[in-house]
């Protein structure tokens, strides 16, 4: 049974009412205040202050500090007015009951109502922050993307021109070594003839003089070198050991496990796409998931049309925690298996379900369990994904729940 507060006091103006509770020496976190429109409690075990107010007030204005031994309740009021007296005297105890629990209900509404509130603004915040981060990491893709697409035209223009000047070097060179034959072959006639009839000597000189043909036009060859890793020129160097060098510091990057920068690098079946597919699996297989991701990564450099790479890889992102990469390769996977066919029924319903648990994991259910029930409309019949997606559910209606506390 609690003990009544009676040496309370309470003041009063036109448009608001004070009240002075004393606290008895409890602490602030003890106290429990609930103001209502006609009901006010203030209760720290064992003592209560109940007041069954006399007029409405505002409760959405009221307000409450507790300091200085004392709890100051400010109650605006509905009517600018003076009262009478603070409480109801004539209302009875069915009466104040009622007002009890109709406060009491009202109160906890109002903080369901809160909570739920805070949940809904903390969820729209991640979901902003979530598409915030992905629409940056699209926009660096792209401009490393552009970085990319140029410096390929830029390549392969430099590469047509190279082609183009050392066809016409070799046409020159052709039409060069063609004359110089063509005017050995006259000259040794000549001579031979004139041998064999020296009095014809001098009209042979005259007549080789007027068929000899006229001299070439001048013009400018241009020399170009083959880029070298060395500076030293190809005449000091020593190829041999630089080739091993090289290759050493390949090698390197390589056993470090790091995608490797330069697809030179590369030994002959790592520059295909498949064999790197099947290493990924293996590294993943026996726990080595940022291997597998290189793996899958350098298969993706070199083919980017198989969703099997980015789903793979996503799985991977998963296990390393990347959970917005994670996304980001389930997305692609899905988007290069359209359209949708009973073909990529089974690699569709995994690029969901690795999507739906990145989501889980970054506390976004919703989206989660859009993800799953997608993937089950695919596997209807899959009781595994029918376990998972009810877990997802319960998760969901028990945060509700607690939002209604």
Known sequence: MPLLITDYSWTQTESTVYISVPLKGARASQVDIIATDQYVKVHFPPYLFEAFLAQPVDEDKSTAKVGNGAA???LPKKTEELWDQLMLTTAGKETKKDLREKAL???????????????????????????TMMELEQEERESIQKIKDSEQQKITAELESLQREQKEQLQIEKRTEKNATKNSTQKAACEAKAKADPTENSGLKSRTREELPAPR??????????PRVFPTALRESKVAEEEEWLNKQAEARRASGNVLEDLNDLKEEERNPDWLKDKGNTCFAT?????AVNAYSLAIRLNRKLPALFSNRAAGHL???NLHKAIEDSTEALQLLTPAVPANASARARAYVRRGTAFCQLQLYSEGLQEYQAALRIDPENTELQVDTQKIRNIIQGSAEEGQM
């Open 319 to 321: 296990k390393l925690k």
């Open 287 to 291: 726990g080595d998931y940022q291997g």
């Open 72 to 74: 100051l309740i400010t």
């Open 217 to 226: 036009a001048s013009g400018t060859i241009q020399v170009k070198f083959t």
């Open 105 to 131: 209900k009202k109160h906890q509404e109002k903080l369901s109502d809160e909570s739920k509130s805070k949940a809904e603004k903390q969820q729209a915040e991640k979901k902003y922050a979530l598409k």
